[in-house]
Structure formats: C-alpha cells, structure tokens
C-alpha cells in the first residue's frame, strides 16, 4: 500500500520527508517521490523504483530547500511504476499538489469532466483526478475548494496537500485510509502510520473520515466539509523508537519473530488478576453473553489463520457455536447476523479494508462487533464496540509474526472470559489454561532458543525446492495454513497447506518421491492419525519435517526424516509454540534464496484497498 508523510515546522523538510518514507517502505512500493514548498512555489521530485533512487537525486534531502513539504511511496494501482505517475501530482496551475494514499473509484469521470473544461492530463492515476479538482474548485479560499472537491470524490483516500499560497501551512484529508497527525514542539506531521514519525514525537490526533486538517508549525485545526470545527483529543503512544527499528537484526522480520516472548507476556500478563481474565475494553453484560447463540470470528490472511485456531477453543471451551470467514467472503455472502450473534474481526493494522468492510456489515446488522486489532486508535480499533488490544508492539515487516501469535493469545483470553462469564468450563481446565497462557511467553523463548541452528540447516536443506506441502489436523491444520502462508509469501515457494485428513481426497497425487511435507502434529488428540498421514506420504517417497511436542520424538523419528521437538504445553497453546519454528523456517528459507524478506514483491503491509 502507499504510504505518505508531510512536515511543517523550523527545519528543512526534505531530509525528514525520506526519513518517514524509509519508515514506510515496508508497506510496499514501486516509486516515491517528495514536494517542498520553496520561495513562494513547489519543487518537486520523484524516482521510480527503490526509495534510494529519490535519496540519490535530492542529494540526501539537501537539493531541496524549505520547511515544509509532503512525501509519498508508491504502490501502483492506476498506471504502471514510473516517473510521471510517481505521487506527488501538481495541478495544471501549479497552486497544488498532493500525495494520495487510497483509491478514487470515480476518477474516469472526474478526468472526462475536467477535459472537458480545457485541464490536461499528464499520468495515467486516479490521483491526478484530485489535484486537478482542487484546481478547478480554488476560488481563492483552500479549505472551500478542498471541501468541493470532497464532495466530488468516491472512493478511499488520505490526502497531504501543499499549496502554493500557504508558505508554512498545509492540509490533509483522510477517507477510509489511515493517517495520524504528529505533534512536535513548533512542527507538525502527517503519515500513513505512526511509526514513519516516532523518532520526531509520540503524540498524535487522529483524524476521522471526513475531518479537513489546516497543520501549521505551532497549530492543527481539524474542520467538517461545513467548515465547522471539530475536536480530537490528542493521545501519547507508549512505542519506543527502537521497537520501530532493526535493533541490529538483518531483517524487521527476524528481530519480530524473537520479540514474540516479550509481545506474548505484553499481551497476556497484564490482563490476568489472579485467575480472573480482566474486561480490559470489553463491556459484555452477562445478560448479553447468556443471550449469545452465534459468534463469527472474521479476518484476512494470517488474521484468519489466527481466527481458525480460536473457533477449535471457544467452540470447545465456551459451547457458543463459532463460525470462521474470510472477511472479502463474509461481507458478500449475507450472513445471518442479529443481536444475539457477536462478530470477532481481527487485524493486525487496524486498517484491511476488507476486514473494515465486513465489521461495518456486522454492525449494520445489529451485531456487536469486538476488535483484536495491534495498531492503537486504527480504523477498526476506533469502530469496533469492543477492541481488545494485541499488545505486541509496531510490526514492520510484512509478512506477520508477534501479530500472529499475539492474536491467537488474545482469543483464548477471549473464550477464557467468556467461559468464566457463562460458567461453561470446568474451574480446573479453567486454571489449567490460565496457568498455561502465563507459561506461553517462556515455552515460546524455548523454541527461540532450541530451534534456530536446526531449523537453519533444514531450511538449507529445503530451499531449493519449487512446491511444499504443509498437513495437520483440528488446530495443527490451522497451524498448517499459516506455515504455509509465511513460507510462501516471504520465499515464493508454492506452499499448499491441508487437512491431513483431506489428502486421501485428491491431492496425495501430488506426492512423489522426494516432495517435502512439513507435517504439524503438535496435537496429542489426533497424533495417531496424523501419523497415518504421514505414514501415507512416507509410502509415496515423501520427505516430511514433523512438529510434534517433546516426548513423542521417538515416535515420530520412525516415520518421519526430521522432527522438531517442541515444549509440550496443551493442544490449544501449541499453534502459538510451534509457529515461532515455522516462521523461523519460512525466514531462513528465504534468507538462503536472498529474497527481500521485510518487502516481499507485490505485497503490502496493510491491504488498505479491496
Ligand atoms: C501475513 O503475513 C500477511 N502479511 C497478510 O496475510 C496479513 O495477515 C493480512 O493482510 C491481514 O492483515 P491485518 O491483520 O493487518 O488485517
């Protein structure tokens, strides 16, 4: 997804504006390019391809003189990566130009009534569309022509705009995208995330769909397209800047597979008194939750993976039956939802459209909506009735890890309050799982620190192959599919994750001799089938790498070539052991095939657009 960033204040903008951008890089891109307002017009330059190009060309930041100025990385949607579609777009008068983060879904119109009125057009994007609005509308008063164009627009988008007639005044706009506004002592930011902007402040004010921001040096006023204004109370977030960087690992992605015990114990201990699960934003009544016939856990991508593995223990532990849907399917598919059904959505950003989509759907029909979001006052964290934090800190790269597994902890405090709340577990499971939650965090260290050099070697083993089947049953299945989606996004290896049970039904075809199966039987449940399974793929001339808890390596090591043991917590709690080991994997997988880890090709972050 784009990401943009805009500065206001006493020093010169263009060396911050990269700053920012290199903080918003992981978000995706192809080409970026920088604005700085300068003697009274805008200079402007813009690089296709890696953020290094622009860095090159403005000499650091240097070549480009003023104090106030906007930036944007690019992720094409409406034109392919190059100069002239690189953001930001000046209007044909010169008066603006703006960075655009979104989709506007109606710019073929705006471009043909435009035309229509004389203006040109120089890129094939839909945000050109927007810049020449504002042109169009500037009558003389900014914030009018700015509320017109509004008025004009459909679609998604969070906007920075310079104009040529505010020397250190710009404004910003936001619709179903995210932007946070940075307050410094005598500057001012924008960005698409907090983290571009931590090193400068930790104090921000979000703005909400619609709000018109006016953002000097010492002042931000936030206005509704009536021109009335409208107040944010400023919030402080407690990230430190570090936890935004690399801290001395190679990739974002490492240093957050290893930052999972600290976001684990982050996320979990605090919420415990005693053996009780604090509400902690959650405002159930019991009536409410005796009135519960129906839950939907909704999500995208690891999220849903994560949504998998709390359906097995709500389901299990609180008897509410618990339905699991992609969010781009369940907002599609007419669900039956009413105020007896609560709709779980999950996001790591806070921002999938799809994902916002399906919650306002819920919401739309009477059901109460609980958000596990990580990102702090995001669009479904603010939406939401109910938002359970992840607390696993910033999470950089793209490919998930902490948020994951954070996740995953947050829904087995959710069932755990919720079985506490309806009597619907016995005391002693009750504290069994308590006891086992607190433990989380250090059988999690344990694979950190038992697993690394033999997951290396196998991940040298394995890297050369082009297809990977991942299998496991009940939650191990669920485990499966995110081991499969965090090889293959970060290694590009097709990676196929099954039921164990299923592959009888078609794709056991497949096996031949040598195809590599990561086998997860982590399950004491279902370890004897699973291991039917893999004898099944072993018989076929499988390779197969199992996961299974400490104790049953013996086992295992008859069937299977490698095993990996694991601390042996109860079947629930392994999902979360045990992908520490897969990511891990997937990692040096892709180390040793040199892929770009932290930015994998055509991939965003936050998948901000549907
Ligand atoms: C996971 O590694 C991927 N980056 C992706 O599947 C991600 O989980 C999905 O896009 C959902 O993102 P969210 O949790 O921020 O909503």
Not at 3 to 28: C, F, V
Not at 31 to 40: H, W
Not at 567 to 586: K, R, Y
Request: hydrophobic share 40%; with cysteine; glycine share 8%.
């Amino acid at each position: 997804m784009c990401g943009i960033i805009g500065y206001t204040g006493k020093r010169q903008a263009a060396p911050i504006l990269l700053d920012g951008l290199k903080m918003l890089e992981y978000r995706g891109y192809d080409s970026s390019g920088i604005a700085v307002s300068e003697n009274g017009g805008i200079s402007m330059t813009k690089a296709k391809g890696r953020l290094d190009n622009l860095v090159k060309l403005t000499d650091g930041g240097k070549s480009a003189r003023g104090t106030m100025g906007i930036g944007h990385t690019r992720w094409a949607t409406h034109g392919e990566p190059s100069d002239v579609n690189s953001h930001p777009h000046i209007g044909e008068k010169g008066n603006f130009a703006l960075v655009h983060n979104g989709i506007i879904e109606n710019y073929l119109d705006i471009r043909a009534f435009l035309c229509a009125k004389g203006f040109t057009f120089r890129s094939q994007t839909d945000t050109e569309a927007v810049v020449q609005l504002l042109e169009y509308y500037y009558k003389g008063d900014v914030k009018e022509a700015i509320a017109k164009t509004l008025n004009k627009l459909r679609g998604s988008y969070a906007l920075g705009i310079l104009t040529r007639f505010d020397p250190d005044t710009f404004y910003a706009v936001r619709k179903d995208s995210p932007l946070v506004i940075g307050l410094g002592d005598g500057e001012n930011f924008i960005a698409s995330d907090m983290p571009a902007v931590l090193k400068y402040t930790h104090d921000f004010i979000l703005p909400e769909d619609g709000d018109i921001a006016v953002i000097s040096p010492t002042k931000v006023e936030l206005f509704n397209r009536n021109g009335e204004t409208v107040e944010h109370k400023p919030f402080k977030v407690d990230w430190d800047v570090e936890s935004a960087e690399k801290g001395g690992f190679p990739h974002f992605m490492l240093k957050e597979i290893h930052e999972q015990p600290k976001a684990l114990e982050q996320t979990l201990l605090p919420r415990f008194d005693g053996y009780s699960v604090k509400s902690d934003g959650i405002e159930f009544s019991k009536e409410y939750l005796g009135a519960l016939k129906k839950i939907f856990i909704v999500a995208c991508g690891s999220s849903y993976h994560a949504a998998m593995v709390g359906k097995y223990f709500i389901e299990r532990n609180c008897r509410i039956s618990t339905e699991v849907d992609l969010a781009s399917e369940f907002r599609y598919r007419s669900p039956v939802l009413d105020e007896n059904t609560l709709t779980v959505v999950i996001s790591q950003s806070g921002e999938t459209a799809d994902t916002i989509a399906a919650m306002r759907d819920a919401k739309a029909h009477c059901s109460r909506v609980l958000a596990i979001v990580n990102v702090v006052g995001s669009t479904i964290a603010r939406e939401a009735d109910d938002v359970l934090y992840t607390r696993a800190g910033p999470e950089i790269a793209v490919a998930t890890t902490k948020g994951y597994t954070t996740q995953v902890a947050t829904l087995m405090l959710l069932g755990l309050f919720i079985a506490d709340a309806t009597k619907s577990m016995s005391k002693a499971l009750y504290e069994k799982y308590v006891d086992e939650l607190k433990a989380l965090p250090a059988a999690v260290q344990r694979v950190l620190d038992e697993n690394v050099e033999a997951l290396q070697k196998l991940a040298y083993d394995y890297f050369a192959f082009d297809k990977t089947f991942f299998i496991g049953r009940g939650m191990d299945y669920a485990l499966a599919l995110e081991g499969a989606l965090k090889l293959k996004e970060i290694s590009y290896i097709h990676a196929e994750s099954y039921a164990a049970g299923e592959l009888k039904h078609g794709t056991i075809s497949l096996i031949e001799k040598g195809s590599p199966v990561i086998a997860c039987a982590t399950g004491e449940e279902l370890f004897e089938k699973t291991l039917s399974n893999i004898k099944e793929v072993r018989s076929r001339g499988a390779s197969v790498i199992a996961l299974v808890k400490e104790g049953r390596e013996k086992t295992m090591g008859a069937e299977a070539q490698h095993v990996v043991s694991l601390p042996a917590l109860s079947d629930e709690m392994m999902p979360c052991v045990a992908a520490a080991a897969l990511q891990l994997f997937a990692y040096y997988v892709a180390a040793a095939k040199s892929c770009d880890i932290d930015k994998p090709r055509n991939l965003a972050k936050a998948v901000t657009v549907e």
